[in-house]
């Protein structure tokens, strides 16, 4: 069974700090891992990674795979009060690749 | 239209009771999806479909659930003789084509079965 894990579960910081979050993986046949903000209900796209050791940037976020040990990180550097979230990993597997496997998500509070 | 429409975004049904609940995807995108999500977890893959028809129905939690898209367009998730344990956010994803990329999420429809 596909299996993704983030840690931590939750984080509390206070604006201007750097966070990174962190998610592992154990699939087959692995396609590409995705990462989504989730404010209210709608989970909304931040990156796709299908290559090791690319990072993908974003203006304050950033974020990189490693296929070799199955994880990825998300940065995000001087943290904002509008960056309070939940963050989801999540891992396409399989000759479709349409179906994506979730982990529970990363809750961020930034205080003020 | 502009995003993906769910609707209801909050319904509350007596355990017993069948409940419809409605996504309207992004015009032009042949894929739709749908996931529910339960507290503190993240979302789990329940149905995809390619234009009309079910491609993959493989995580419906059984025959109490069922979904359909008549015409390619809405879709409507159906679930009968709801229990306690049904309550969740469902939600509607539509994509251009049957892949991961181009993915965009809708609000969701928050479930109670009391």
């Known amino acids: ?112 | 239209g502009a995003g993906v429409s769910q609707t209801p975004s909050n319904k509350v049904t007596e355990k017993g009771k069948y409940v419809e609940l409605r996504c309207d995807p992004i015009s032009g995108h042949t894929a739709l999806y749908w996931y529910r999500q339960s507290l503190g977890q993240g979302p789990e893959f329940l149905i995809y479909f390619q234009g009309t028809g079910a491609a993959d129905d493989s995580g419906l939690p059984n025959d109490r659930f069922f979904a359909v898209r008549p015409e390619g367009s809405v879709s409507t998730l159906k679930i009968q003789r709801t229990e306690r344990g049904d309550s969740a956010v469902y939600l509607c994803a539509s994509s251009p084509q049957g892949r991961n990329y181009g993915y965009t999420f809708g609000s969701g429809t928050r479930l109670t079965v009391v």
């Not at chain 1, 299996?3 to 509390?12: D, T």
């Not at chain 1, 699939?27 to 989504?36: A, G, I, K, M």
């Open chain 1, 1 to 112: 069974e596909d299996k993704v894990v983030q840690s931590p579960l939750s984080l509390v910081v206070h604006e201007g700090d750097t966070v990174t979050l962190n998610c592992s993986y154990e699939v087959t046949n692995f396609r590409s891992l995705l990462w989504y903000k989730q404010e209210k209900k709608a989970p909304t796209f931040l990156f796709m990674l299908t290559s090791s050791g690319i990072e993908k940037k974003s203006g304050r976020l950033s974020s990189i795979l490693d296929k070799k040990e199955l994880f990825s990180i998300l940065n995000i550097t001087a943290t904002q009060t509008g960056d309070s979230a939940v963050y989801l990993c999540a891992v396409a597997s399989g000759a479709g690749s349409y179906q994506l496997t979730f982990g529970k998500g990363t809750k961020l509070s930034v205080i003020p």
